[in-house]
């Protein structure tokens, strides 16, 4: 072959290289965008945890029969006298590195959509946990405070509920209504704020104390890898057509 016709084959254009470079910038450049709107998204969430840090909270009925509303994040206050005293199921959690459980019970509910919610109690480590007994509490002789939130949803890694044996990895609101014996369950959860347990008793924890927003940071990275992955490609046709 001469180094005419060597070179022209170098200088063919790589239709499957091309093709290929064209297919992984759109996924790099979609990342990007992607991140970018949960990044706007993370700042409204943001916004909202820090307004609801003083917001006075609503009636829960109320609340509820609000038709179509954005429940997620709401401020409430409902009467729950039983919540210390009732059974509970417990939801394997880990904050802060620390094993444990977050002890979910219900309130029964009057004059309202639904004929119960589950009241989050807060969080116990896993000795202390296993301590934990219904009646153990007091009866409430006021109303409970708390955040309506609609939790984690169950993913392609989280092992499933085992509510014979009391413990649950996910949020099935309707399967822990079952076990807890209440019905037509609202489709959130209302995560408690005060009071806390006079004695032994879980923690309240009703929001969460750190809320990373890292969505910049990634669509950089993805935007500078389609950079990256563009200079790659024109560098490798530049060879080519040196050679």
């Known amino acids: 072959m001469t180094t005419a016709t060597s070179r022209a084959s170098g200088a063919g254009f790589p239709i499957g290289l091309t093709a290929v470079t064209a297919v992984a910038m759109a996924i790099l450049i979609s990342l990007g ?36 509303a954005d429940l997620d994040y709401v401020r409430v206050t409902a009467d729950c006298p039983d919540i210390e005293t009732g059974p509970f199921v417990k939801l394997w959690a880990v904050p802060d590195a620390r094993s444990g459980f977050r002890i979910i019970t219900a309130c029964r509910l009057a004059a309202a959509p639904y004929a119960s919610i589950l009241v989050d109690r807060g969080f116990m480590v896993q000795d202390d946990a296993a301590k934990l007994a219904p009646g153990r509490g007091a009866r409430l002789t006021g109303p409970i405070t708390g955040v309506l939130r609609k939790g984690d949803k169950a993913n392609f890694v989280t092992p499933p509920n085992q509510p014979d044996q009391n413990l649950w990895y996910s949020r099935d609101v309707s399967a822990m209504a079952k076990t807890l014996g209440v019905s037509a369950p609202a489709p959130v959860f209302l995560f408690l704020e005060n009071p806390g347990p006079k004695g032994f008793g879980p923690t309240p924890a009703p929001l969460p104390t750190d809320i990373p927003n890292n969505h910049l940071q990634y669509a950089v990275t993805w935007f500078g890898l389609a950079a990256a992955l563009a200079g790659v490609y024109l560098a490798s046709l530049w060879r080519r057509r040196q050679g």
């Not at 992607?34 to 916004?47: T, V």
């Not at 945890?49 to 909270?57: E, K, N, R």
């Open 33 to 68: 965008f992607w991140q970018l709107a949960r990044l706007h998204w993370k700042e409204g969430l943001l916004a909202r945890v820090h307004a609801l840090q003083t917001a006075p909270p609503q009636p829960l009925v109320a609340v509820l029969r609000q038709a179509g």
